[in-house]
């Protein structure tokens, strides 16, 4: 069973940067959109960014100007770059991407910014 695989988060000081990065375990032959949503500890998972297959993006209000997604169609990959990174956007990640069968999630990846 194909799955999605994230990498890249940590602990870093306010101000910082991060990159997340999502693959895939297996090969898939098409994916549509592919995202990043995000949940803090109580707070329901929320949308911060996707990308489509033809590279049109989304970002949420909170994440406009910080945060940069991006994807490589012949890798199967997407990744997101946060700089300027705050307190609130402590949370742990998932990868999401659509497939024609249906809606892959990734393990998600802590993400930490101290103030």
């Known amino acids: 069973q194909v799955q999605l695989v994230e990498s890249g988060g940590g602990l870093v000081q306010a101000g910082g940067s991060l990159r997340l990065s999502c693959g895939t375990s297996?090969?898939?032959?098409?994916?549509?959109?592919m995202g990043w949503y995000r949940q803090a500890p109580g707070k329901q998972r929320e949308l911060v960014a996707y990308?489509?297959?033809?590279?049109?993006?989304y970002y949420a209000d909170s994440v406009k100007g910080r945060f940069t997604i991006s994807r490589d169609n012949a890798k199967r990959t997407v990744a997101l770059q946060m700089n300027s990174l705050k307190p609130e956007d402590t949370a742990v990640y998932y990868c999401?991407?659509?497939?024609?069968?249906?809606?892959?999630w990734g393990q998600g990846t802590q993400v930490t910014v101290s103030s």
């Open positions: 297996g090969w898939i032959y098409s994916i549509k959109d």
């Open positions: 990308i489509t297959s033809s590279l049109n993006t």
């Open positions: 999401n991407a659509q497939i024609n069968t249906g809606v892959l």
